[in-house]
């Protein structure tokens, strides 16, 4: 009985390492391959500070801010797009059937989508131009196409103590606990929040100065990666938007930039900034492929065609590869990616979709 024993417990050990090994076959044999080709913008007219996901039904999804494209349709509050290969989007509809009520007045800006506690769930600011006391606020659904059921405020500026309290992104930490990172011009700041996800918890810490908005964290290996949109949005062809970096040992900073100065008083290392075609990138997010490439996912400005018909800058989505050297992100060139590019190796791509 005990050399059955023994016999089946080293089948089970071959049979794990064996599907270890094709694991780590199937990753090599991915490396370095190219999925369609594909050239920017990758939808359009517009999907403003954009937030990606991929769900559960296997295509990815991206949550812009709200715009009116110029159409005749009206503004489309918190637009949807989906993907199966991040290359070819159609688009889905609205995050919300109505609109939330709990702020006077606003638009919902700038969303950020998280699969959290079994649902998805998608932060937001309500706010709008020279707004004196802008808001975040929170909605969940059990699908990624919605409807969102609103579940109100998290908090407004003047509560939270911080001016322009707007761009919000939930970074749920190695052992589970979850942050909101946020912030406009007064410094970029981050908060535990509650286990449900809907109120803040403890008290908030600052990890960038006021030459940011639109945080985006990530986490590679050891580091913390902090992306930061810099400079003016929204000014058509006339847009200076621009990223730039800086990492951490710890989710709660210091966060430095490639010459060692912490970014609460430095303005972090530039990764990517208006190139011939394309100005104004920014207001990023980053998302993995199958074979383990980040890519950068943003809004830019073309400068042929930087207006739309209800009057505001035209800022479609834009896609580029995230290149790693000596422990640092980077985009090809530091600008946006123009002409025919090699896409991410999807599972769309995989079985031939």
């Known amino acids: 009985?005990?050399?059955?024993?023994?016999?089946?417990?080293?089948?089970?050990?071959?049979?794990?390492?064996?599907?270890?090994?094709?694991?780590?076959?199937?990753?090599?044999?991915?490396?370095?391959?190219?999925?369609?080709?594909?050239?920017?913008?990758?939808f359009e007219p517009v999907i403003a500070d954009p937030s990606i996901i991929k769900a559960d039904d296997g295509f990815y999804y991206v949550y812009g801010t709200e715009d009116n494209w110029g159409d005749g349709m009206g503004s489309r509050v918190v637009p949807i797009v989906r993907s199966e290969n991040?290359?070819?989007?159609?688009?889905?509809?609205e995050a919300f059937h109505e609109k939330p009520s709990w702020k006077e007045d606003g638009g919902i800006w700038a969303p950020d989508i998280v699969y959290f506690n079994d649902k998805y769930y998608l932060y937001y600011s309500q706010s709008t131009w020279g707004d004196a006391n802008p808001a975040i606020g929170v909605a969940t659904s059990d699908t990624p196409k919605?409807?969102?059921?609103?579940?109100?405020?998290?908090?407004?500026?003047?509560?939270?103590?911080?001016?322009?309290?707007?761009?919000?992104?939930?970074?749920i930490?190695?052992?589970?606990?979850p942050y909101l990172f946020w912030g406009s011009w007064y410094g970029i700041?981050?908060?535990?929040?509650?286990?449900?996800?809907?109120?803040?918890?403890?008290?908030?810490?600052?990890?960038?100065?006021?030459?940011?908005?639109?945080?985006?964290i990530i986490k590679r290996d050891d580091y913390y990666y902090f992306f930061g949109s810099k400079g003016s949005c929204c000014e058509g062809q006339w847009s200076q938007y621009r990223v730039a970096i800086g990492r951490s040992d710890s989710l709660k900073g210091p966060y430095v930039d490639k010459n060692g100065s912490d970014i609460i008083r430095s303005t972090g290392t530039l990764?990517?900034?208006?190139?011939?075609?394309?100005?104004g990138p920014g207001h990023n997010a980053i998302v993995t492929d199958e074979a383990g490439q980040d890519w950068m996912i943003y809004?830019?400005?073309?400068?042929?065609?930087?207006?739309?018909?209800?009057?505001?800058?035209?800022?479609?989505?834009?896609?580029?590869?995230?290149?790693?050297?000596?422990?640092?992100?980077?985009?090809?060139?530091?600008?946006?990616?123009e002409g025919v590019q090699e896409g991410p190796i999807t599972e769309a791509f995989l079985s031939g979709q």
């Not at 981050?190 to 809907?198: L, V």
């Not at 990764?271 to 100005?279: H, K, M, R």
């Open 173 to 177: 930490d190695d052992d589970g606990t």
């Open 299 to 337: 809004h830019a400005i073309d400068k042929d065609e930087a207006w739309i018909g209800s009057g505001v800058t035209r800022r479609p989505l834009m896609l580029d590869k995230v290149i790693w050297e000596d422990g640092w992100p980077t985009i090809e060139g530091g600008v946006p990616g």
């Open 86 to 93: 991040l290359v070819d989007w159609e688009y889905v509809g």
């Open 146 to 171: 919605g409807p969102f059921e609103d579940q109100g405020k998290v908090f407004d500026s003047k509560e939270i103590g911080v001016n322009n309290s707007i761009d919000p992104q939930l970074f």
């Open 271 to 279: 990764i990517l900034q208006e190139g011939e075609q394309f100005v």
């Open 189 to 216: 700041w981050g908060i535990e929040m509650s286990e449900d996800g809907f109120d803040h918890v403890g008290e908030k810490f600052q990890i960038a100065g006021t030459a940011f908005e639109a945080p985006y």
């Open 1 to 42: 009985m005990r050399d059955r024993i023994l016999g089946l417990a080293i089948l089970i050990i071959l049979l794990i390492l064996g599907s270890t090994a094709c694991s780590s076959e199937t990753d090599l044999e991915l490396e370095g391959e190219a999925g369609p080709e594909y050239q920017n913008p990758v």
